[in-house]
Antibody, heavy 121, light 108 residues
Framework: EVQLVESGGGLVKPGGSLRLSCATS????????MNWVRQAPGKGLEWVSS????????YYADSVRGRFTISRDNANNSLYLQMNSLRGDDTALYFC??????????????WGQGTMVTVSS | SYVLTQPPSVSVAPGQTATITCGGN??????VHWYQHKPGQAPILVIR???DRPSGIPDRFSGSNSGKVATLTVSRLEPGDEADFYC???????????FGGGTKLTVL
């Protein structure tokens, strides 16, 4: 069974940092692009970042570029999101999502349950 | 930046057909994906590449895309179909993924 399990969320002060992790199992992680998507309370889905299978291609939403960094460890089947200079509008449920192949713009066919990030003083 | 426009809400009676639109400039030239999202659950891909239904998705879900509008159709509506639905495209000009604002489907 394909599984994505996010962790690392929590309460952080404005200007602080967090590192989210997404542990995966049940598929060949190294052959799929991976993504982060977030949902602020009461709002819709917002794409955050994507990484191709080999990390050659990394993309970021304008709202996080320069503050967030996506990375992956293919040997350990894990995806990460380093979040720095956090702001109140980064408060959201963060989802990890698999692309349906290794290309850079493929549909997100499997999602995790999400990890909550709250930025507040 | 590329914008996708969805109606905030659609309400339809059980057994009937719901149509959810996603408007965008020349969206017919892009591949559109649709996701169903229920509160407290992981989103589910219900239609990919305009019309393709992933394994396990009922054939009551279908999609189309032409010109300025992509459409998700859910036929023979069931109470369990109530959810938020989002369209998504890849904007090759900006190298950004774009989600529509979401449509809340209510089964009356």
């Amino acid at each position: 069974e394909v599984q994505l399990v996010e962790s690392g969320g929590g309460l952080v002060k404005p200007g602080g940092s967090l590192r989210l992790s997404c542990a995966t199992s049940g598929f060949n992680f190294a052959t799929h692009s991976m993504n982060w998507v977030r949902q602020a309370p009461g709002k819709g889905l917002e794409w955050v970042s994507s990484s191709s299978w080999n990390t050659d291609d990394k993309y970021y939403a304008d709202s996080v570029r320069g503050r967030f960094t996506i990375s992956r460890d293919n040997a350990n089947n894990s995806l990460y999101l380093q979040m720095n200079s956090l702001r109140g509008d980064d408060t959201a449920l963060y989802f990890c999502a698999r692309s349906d192949s290794g290309g850079s713009h493929r549909a997100f066919d499997v999602w995790g349950q999400g990890t909550m990030v709250t930025v507040s003083s | 930046s590329y914008v996708l426009t969805q109606p905030p809400s659609v309400s339809v009676a059980p057994g009937q057909t719901a149509t959810i639109t996603c408007g965008g400039n020349n969206i017919g030239s892009k591949s559109v994906h649709w996701y169903q999202h229920k509160p407290g659950q992981a989103p589910i891909l219900v239609i990919r590449y305009d019309t393709d239904r992933p394994s396990g998705i009922p054939d009551r879900f279908s999609g189309s895309n032409s010109g300025k509008v992509a459409t998700l159709t859910v036929s023979r509506l069931e109470p369990g179909d109530e959810a938020d639905f989002y369209c998504q495209v890849w904007d090759s000009n900006t190298h950004l993924w774009v989600f529509g604002g979401g449509t809340k489907l209510t089964v009356l």
